[in-house]
């Protein structure tokens, strides 16, 4: 089970830190991945990091402004946002995989419930 928090109310420019938690298994050995999906549009592919955190990759519209890193002591991932835009305005879900991190949706296995960040202009 994942557990997805921190997301919230912020204005343009300001940052937030997304957590999510694991429980029910040891996920050190698994992928894992921040997705969002917005009102309207499909789900897309936020971050990934691989399960030693050696590893870590992007989307194009957030590169530069946010940072993948986890905890396999606390079996937790963070998603560390900065420079936060209205665009990026979504609800944030994490996940996992096991193997290899990768960027389609439909890859992952575990999914969290989803933290809504809303980034006001």
């Known amino acids: 089970q994942l557990q997805a928090c921190g997301g919230g109310l912020v204005q343009a420019g300001g940052s937030l830190r997304l957590s999510c938690a694991a429980s029910?298994?040891?996920?050190?050995?698994?992928?894992m991945g921040w997705f969002r999906q917005a009102p309207g549009k499909e789900r897309e592919f936020v971050a990934a990091i691989s399960w030693s955190g050696g590893s870590t990759y992007y989307a194009d519209s957030v590169k530069g402004r946010f940072t993948i890193s986890r905890d396999n002591a606390k079996n937790t991932v963070y998603l560390q946002m900065n420079s936060l835009k209205p665009e990026d305005t979504a609800v944030y879900y994490c996940?996992?995989?096991?193997?290899?991190?990768?960027?389609?949706?439909?890859?992952?296995?575990?999914w969290g419930q989803g933290t809504l960040v809303t980034v006001s202009s």
């Open positions: 996940a996992a995989r096991g193997g290899s991190a990768r960027v389609q949706p439909y890859e992952y296995d575990y």
């Open positions: 029910g298994r040891t996920f050190s050995s698994y992928a």
